[in-house]
Antibody
Framework: QLQLQESGSGLVKPSQTLSLTCAVS??????????WSWIRQPPGKGLEWIGY???????DYNPSLKSRVTTSVDRSKNQFSLRLSSVTAADTAVYYC???????????????????WGQGTMVTVSS | DIQMTQSPSSLSASVGDRVTITCRAS??????LNWYQQKPGKAPKLLIY???SLQSGVPARFSGSGSGTDFTLTISSLQPEDFATYYC?????????FGQGTKVEIK
């Protein structure tokens, strides 16, 4: 049974760096053929995609956050991580780690979707 | 970025009602449209991918339709466990973007 579990700092001071880790159980993080993602949700608001870690190991980030985001994979621990630098109150949110799967749709085309989510971890930016 | 706009933002309905939520993309996204359900304090759950394909384990009362820029999520007979917020998401181009959500409340 695939499970994702976020962990990391729940309270971060403004201008510092937010660090989170997602432990993946039930499938190998790189050789399993899946891609992985971080998504966040400010309190009472909608969902914002942060970035991808593709099964190749390459990455892609939301242009709105690209200058501040770094992601990495630790194959030995089967986990991936997020670092977001120079945080402000606007970065206060629930952060989710998510698996990205591809499916054949009704037309026979491959489509991607966020199919397995961690429970989320609340990060508050405050002095 | 592709903007996704959902309507309505919220609705009130009764158990057994047929509910329809609309999602419009700012440009054509073919069928690259997914729907998610989120309950308070929980992570979103994938309901439909590719505009109309039902994710495994999701009840058949949920259905999706549309292509291009206009899409619909329909719940044929609303059940108590369906009261939640629903989000559409385009996977046509990076960055993937979500609609603002539609909250389905009890009437």
């Amino acid at each position: 049974q695939l499970q994702l579990q976020e962990s990391g700092s729940g309270l971060v001071k403004p201008s510092q760096t937010l660090s989170l880790t997602c432990a993946v159980s039930g499938t190998p993080i790189i050789s399993g053929g899946y891609s992985w993602s971080w998504i966040r949700q400010p309190p009472g608001k909608g969902l914002e995609w942060i970035g991808y870690i593709y099964h190749s190991g390459s990455t892609d980030y939301n242009p709105s956050l690209k200058s501040r985001v770094t992601t990495s994979v630790d194959r030995s621990k089967n986990q991936f991580s997020l670092r977001l630098s120079s945080v402000t109150a606007a970065d206060t949110a629930v952060y989710y780690c998510v698996r990205v799967s591809t499916y054949y749709d009704s037309r026979g085309y491959l489509v991607g979707a966020f199919d397995i989510w961690g429970q989320g971890t609340m990060v508050t930016v405050s002095s | 970025d592709i903007q996704m706009t959902q309507s309505p933002s919220s609705l009130s309905a009764s158990v057994g009602d047929r509910v329809t939520i609309t999602c419009r993309a700012s440009q054509s996204i073919s069928n690259y449209l997914n729907w998610y359900q989120q309950k308070p304090g929980k992570a979103p759950k994938l309901l439909i991918y590719g505009a109309s394909s039902l994710q495994s384990g999701v009840p058949a009362r949920f259905s999706g339709s549309g292509s291009g820029t206009d899409f619909t999520l329909t719940i044929s007979s609303l059940q108590p466990e369906d009261f939640a917020t629903y989000y559409c998401q385009q996977s046509h181009k990076t960055p993937p973007t979500f609609g603002q959500g539609t909250k389905v409340e009890i009437k």
